[in-house]
């Protein structure tokens, strides 16, 4: 059983989206429209949500905009007295839409940014988004909504990280996340092209926290480390199954967005199960709850209750086993297969795009 | 700047107080975040509405306390000015 209230939910309402950003959250094998939860359902979740204590939503996907009911959605999670944020990448969001949003009580919106440098961005996103996301910055300010820009950091963009904060600050955003890429799923699968060098995170850092206090009062930066450059692990949203939950457009249901990958895992799905077995009693949210779970060096360790291991995504995807140590950690031997992948990520920039049905599609 | 008793203390724009019926207590809630408050926590944050300075605000919880609260005010709510949840002019 947990010991605590969930504080978050995640809704990827879908997985369709105009962009092709290679570093993309969502899993390769993708649901399809069809697969996706209706609206009634969506609402259900979202009303189990909130009796299970979930305070913060974020209506995200894919490109949460490319289903007409988000409106509804927003609407209903108002009525449940969450704060949402709608997690876009601004195309489809026209002012009509967002007038729409705002009378439906949505608070807050983050729109994605790829780069400064436009044809830069046009070669991450695989298409021409620009001119529409500086469209939607302006009608996200013009309407009052909190408005957050949200930047993945790689090897092709880190370098503008600088002229990204001031394009951000010219937009009138009152935050700014500039996350470094985390190396889940397509990600993965571009670690070579994405990864930048320890000279190029050291320099974005000391960019970062230069603009942190120059900004602050005005509009907050937060900056995300690339952990592969870190000594210790990230903690897992607070540890597996303690804070967070996120459904996936068919419904089923992970304690972290990149959960899918462990194979070894069941997620079981709200079409079946209510969400409050789903987070107190199913198998997949029970397995990496406490430490009895943890193995060597985790198991004696007193940082186990501050980083709770690292990711078991990541200890999946890089060593087979969800319940070893995160490999980023300096204190297991499992370190070197993160000195080997930031040794070798040299690779020209050739992106396997984020496509609905994965090819070995190639810019 | 330092938060004092002439300090007018205002939540972020982005941030919302409400209620939680579940956790029965009050939450103060923005971007990507959540504060769980304690009464006091909460009977404070009422309070903070842009017009009213602390020495205002400690005088309205000073009646409920039977004590001079001031300097828990203070301290209360620099916690939240450094974590920049409320903005104090």
Known sequence: MPNSHPTTLLAEVTHRCPLHCPYCSNPLEMNRASEELTTEAWKRVFTEARELGVLQLGLSGGEPLVRPDVEELAAHARALGLYTTLVTSGVGLTERRAARLREAGLEHIQISIQDSDQAVADRIAGMSAVPQKLAAAAIVRSLGFAFSINVVLHRANIDRVSEIIEMAASLGADRIELANTQYYGWALENRQSLMPTRSQVEAAGAVADEAIARYRGRMQVLYVLPDYHEAYPKPCYGGWGRHYLVVMPDGRTLPCHGATHITTLRFDSVRDRPLRWIWEESPAFEAFRGDAWMREPCQTCPRKEVDFGGCRCQAFALTGEAANPDPVCTLTPLRRIIDTAVQEATGPPDYRYRVLTPTSERA | ?89
């Open chain 2, 1 to 89: 700047m330092p938060l004092t008793a002439a300090s007018v203390p205002a939540l972020w724009r982005l941030a919302r107080l409400d209620f939680d019926p579940v956790r029965q207590q009050r939450v103060l809630l923005y971007p990507e975040g959540v504060v769980l408050l304690n009464n006091t926590g909460g009977a404070i944050l009422e309070l903070c509405d842009g017009h009213r300075s602390v020495a205002e605000i400690a005088g309205i919880l000073n009646d409920t306390y039977h004590c001079d609260v001031t300097a828990d005010v203070i301290e209360y709510l620099s916690g939240l000015v450094e974590r920049d949840l409320v903005r104090a002019e």
